[in-house]
């Protein structure tokens, strides 16, 4: 089932923006449910991961100390909150969820993959 993305939009540089993913209520806890991003002509780069069942996480370098996952298992939900954005995050992120690798992100091949939403951080 095709998990289900909110909250992109557009900001300023150094502002927040918070994007939830919402995934079946039947997903097992093994699953990780992961937030990617691609712009056309660039390859799709896997920016933040966690998994359902220990919480163990994924941050790209580029948005350590910028961006936090964070979960609600009750829900099935996950959240990426990023803050002091920079024009270079600008991009579609897609939310995927499915059965987690070595990196606690979902096995993009195997993964669900959400529609996207776009992200665009510009003065």
């Known amino acids: 089932v095709q998990p289900v993305e909110s909250g992109g939009g557009s900001v300023q540089p150094g502002g927040s923006l918070r994007l939830s993913c919402g995934v079946e209520?039947?997903?097992?806890?093994?699953?990780?449910i992961g937030w990617f991003r691609h712009v056309p002509g660039k390859e799709r780069e896997g920016v933040s991961c966690?998994?359902?069942?220990?919480?163990?996480?994924y941050y790209a370098n580029s948005v350590k100390g910028r961006f936090t996952i964070s979960k609600d298992n009750a829900k099935k939900m996950a959240y990426l909150q990023m803050d002091s954005l920079k024009p270079e995050d600008t991009s579609t992120y897609y939310c995927?969820?499915?059965?987690?690798?070595?990196?606690?992100?979902?096995?993009?091949?195997?993964?669900?993959w959400g529609p996207g939403t776009l992200v665009t951080v510009s003065a």
């Open positions: 995927a969820a499915g059965v987690a690798g070595a990196t606690n992100c979902p096995y993009p091949s195997l993964a669900d």
């Open positions: 209520e039947s997903a097992p806890n093994y699953y990780s």
């Open positions: 966690i998994r359902l069942d220990d919480s163990r996480t």
